[in-house]
């Protein structure tokens, strides 16, 4: 056939030779063998039916999850090689996998750019602004990866949802992946059907992509023409069987005829070779039993036609009314067991209900039980004010397991982080640790945070409680790591056990050439746990300057055998009082316990510049030339 002829109508002799009637025409169409059409025109307008439907219910899902009008509509349906698809795409993308039994293989949501930056600003409480440039290039983080799976639940709810009326499905997360080349799902020659959404979120413009695999979709390809809809909807045929299926249904079937009446002695005295009566043969009558059901009342065949005996249908409702297995009784029997199935899957079903809201119940009281001894915790030793207790959930000081956290580290780790995702983690955390952490972070992304954070919008619950899990997470990973030989605690340590002479040159080289570390030494040369390592002289001293308020208020944080610790080496009727004051105390915002810290410190440091501070350390007469100072 020429390639310049005409593909409306080709003589039949181009196509099938020169044989006698096949000079009419036919229609001919290109059939490409790299990329075969899976999907005929009627199946894809059903798929775009199916995802209209699906763009409306991921429009209110996303909208209620997000506080914001978000709005899909179907722009495009077609298909092609799963490998043409990804090679449109580049490295970072966001491409979320999902199983979707019973299906075989996955499916795709790819989400451009412009969606990823507004799902992620909006869902940590943000705006949805203009892209970032700095934040569109990089890859995701691992609160932004854990972000995307939670918000991106509606999609795959209302995925499942749209596609009931074709198969009940069940969608399920399977993984999260930036780079093309690791998210394969199928191989690249494997056909596809691509459905483009335009999504509006807040005014800004994106675009999502789902990507069905023709073998997930496979099975059910049938039901995507309009004769399977046209027949589902007919009236005539609720509740009819087609004869095929009807013919391909495993079930038994007897043929039976009526017999005689006999009597109990005639039944006794049966044997091998005794003869009943069987009226049923001679009037030539005889029923179908199929499934357990008489269904058909027929003659009885002369004798073989062909093999096979033909049968010809009498009556098949008549005779049923008549039969012994329908009578009153039977039937009265029949609906009452079919009546007490009813109510046993009923009651399964509530037992089924019950089950699982008692254990989401369970779960969530065991939640609030440990939320409230974190909280009863902190409030004992001053790590939150007492209005904490009657917060709502969700808003600040939520995140309990980091109350302990070290600042820098938390710092160093949020730094990495886009600065809405710091804003909402500092709105979350107890305001002394919040301002630790703000110290640490660099000046500039620190004001992007503040901003931020003023205008912090409401957060999901479950997005809040899984960063509160992934923060504790990373922090306890870095706490495992191999412990420093050096740094400035051990200098202060050494420090605190050399000669006067040495301290004091040391002291003044550093504020010459590195004034900063100069003064963190000088202010971690003393903390007012190193009260227990005065002599008996320097306490009494000390005594007579600071208020014992101030020393009790000191002593509340540190735990019991500090305290103890402290008070061992005071004089045992002042121990005793100042013991007192702390136990009458209650709760205490910790910012006023570091507040008489710092008094009690620097009213040893004024004693030490007089020369009238020493120390007793364990074990110094062994160094006869270290002298006991600050």
Known sequence: MSDSAPLALVPGREILGKRAGLDRGYRVKKYDFKRPDKFSREQI?????????????????????????????????????????????????????????????????????????????RG????????????????????????????????????????????????????????????????????????????????????????????????????????????LARPDSEGAISTQVARGIDAPAKLLVEGGKLSVSELRSLKKGSLIPIPGLDEGVGRLRAGGLETLRFSLPSGLRGGRFTLRVIDGEGDRASSPDDSPETALGRRLEEGLSAVGKGLAALREGLAGS?????????????????????????????????????????????????????????????????????????????ARVLDELPSAYRMDVVRRLASLGPVLPSLAREFERVLA???????????????????????????????????????????????????????????????????????????EDDIALGLKPLDASTRSKVLSRLDPHAAGGILARVEALGRVRLSECDAASQRVIAAVRALELQGLIGFDFPGMDQYPGATGRL
């Open 124 to 231: 940590f409480g943000g705006s949805v602004g203009p892209v970032d440039p700095a934040l569109s290039s990089r890859d995701l983080t691992d609160l932004e990866a854990i972000a995307i799976e939670i918000l991106a639940g509606p999609l795959l709810a209302s995925f499942g949802t749209a596609w009931e009326q074709v198969d009940r499905l069940a969608p399920a997360f399977r993984a999260l992946e930036t780079d093309p080349r690791f998210c394969q799902i199928v191989p690249p020659t494997e056909m596809i059907l691509l459905v483009g959404l335009d999504v509006a979120i807040g005014g800004r413009k994106a675009r999502l992509h789902v990507v069905i695999p023709y073998i997930s979709v496979e099975p059910v390809v049938h039901k995507l023409s309009a004769e399977y809809w046209y027949s």
């Open 473 to 547: 997470k990373k922090l306890e990973a870095s706490g495992r790591e191999a412990p420093v030989s050096g740094g400035l605690s051990k200098i202060v340590s050494m420090l605190n056990m050399t000669r006067r002479e040495t301290e004091k040159s040391v002291i003044e080289g550093l504020d010459l050439v590195d004034p900063a570390l100069s003064e963190e030494i000088k202010r971690l040369l003393f903390v007012f746990e190193d009260i227990s390592l005065l002599d008996a002289q320097s306490i009494a001293l000390l005594l007579g300057k600071v208020e």
């Open 358 to 434: 008692l254990g989401m119940l369970g779960t969530r009281l065991a939640h609030v039980e440990a939320r409230q001894e974190g909280l009863a915790d902190r409030l004992a030793f001053g790590g939150a004010d007492e209005s904490e207790a009657g917060r709502p959930r969700g808003e600040s000081g939520s995140f309990t397991s980091l109350s302990g956290a070290k600042a820098e580290a938390l710092a160093d780790f949020l730094a990495s982080e886009r600065a809405q995702a710091s804003a909402l983690v500092l709105a979350r955390l107890d305001d002394a640790l919040a």
């Open 45 to 121: 307008r059903t798929v775009e039916i199916v995802h209209e439907s699906f763009a409306r219910l991921a429009g209110v899902g996303l909208s209620s999850l997000l506080h914001l009008p978000c709005e899909f509509n179907v722009a495009l349906v077609d298909q092609l090689t799963f490998g043409e698809f990804m090679e449109t795409l580049s490295a970072p993308t966001v491409l979320c996998a999902f199983d979707v039994p019973p299906w075989e293989g996955r499916v795709l949501f790819h989400l451009d750019m412009d969606f990823r930056e507004a799902l992620l600003e």
